[in-house]
């Protein structure tokens, strides 16, 4: 007689899988929200920072937006606190390291993919704080609130920074003898990725070279997509190419993490 083995139905594997995020999740917030202090400098930097490069940003390039140039700014100032926020995930982890915590996780049932991706959706709770502020304190400023595009275009933050935190994740655990270098490697990267996406200037009048570098970047897409959502335009080519470069980011940040976290429980 035969004996047939079924296997675990799929919706019941990602009940289980989203049940670890919430887990990994609500650890990782549980210090932050008993240190108020650094989540409220986190909300207010973005605005001082729009503060700061805003006015300058509209005085020298007012002709080439018009009246929309908080339209195209505060957009790249969400996925800029993104960028920094995710990339720096992995500097979490080196303190594990250093305590121990981080081996005593990896003994647990719970799903590698959750280590990774609970740690950067952590991340993304505070953005979201900052966007309502940010977006509060600009809509008196002629900045027009899309509330559909604004919740695609968050939706779509998180995606790229689940990728870009499991790049961060695998990064700590590379260096994680010389913790060191998990600072130099993240700067040597972030400022030209940003500088090349064209967030906080655009490249339309730079040289050809940082046009061309720009194409190959993934930041760019994501940040143009970004732009196209906070102004309304749901269904345009732009938003499907940022969508394209957040799964991508997503996919090989993921593969590299779980691969780098079960070469180092080995």
Partial sequence: ????????????????????????????????????????????????????????LSGSMGATFGAG?????????????TLFGTSTTGANLLFEFQTGAHERMLVTPLSRSSLLIGRALKEMVPL???AVIVIAVMTPFAFDLHVGGALVGLALLAVFGVGLGSFSYALAIAVRKQDWMFWVVQQT?????MI???????????????????????????????????????????????????????????????????????
């Fill in 1 to 56: 007689m035969t004996t047939l083995t079924v296997s675990e139905p799929a919706f019941v594997a990602d009940r289980h899988l989203l049940r670890d995020i919430r887990i990994v999740m609500t650890r990782e917030l549980k210090p932050v929200l008993r240190d108020p202090f650094s989540l409220l400098f986190g909300m207010i930097q973005p605005l001082v920072f729009l503060a700061l490069f805003g006015p300058l």
């Fill in 69 to 81: 140039v908080w339209q195209w700014f505060v957009p790249s100032i969400l996925v800029m606190t």
């Fill in 128 to 130: 979201f704080g900052q």
């Fill in 189 to 193: 990267f972030l400022f030209p990725l």
């Fill in 196 to 266: 090349l996406s064209g967030m906080l200037l655009p490249l339309d009048t730079g040289p050809g070279w940082m046009r061309v570098a720009s194409k190959f970047n993934p930041l760019s897409y994501l940040v143009d997509a970004e732009r196209t959502l906070f102004s309304g335009d749901v269904w345009s080519s732009t938003v499907l190419w940022g969508l394209v470069a957040a799964i991508v980011t997503a996919a090989l940040g993921l593969t590299v993490g779980i691969r780098a976290m079960l070469r180092s429980a080995a």
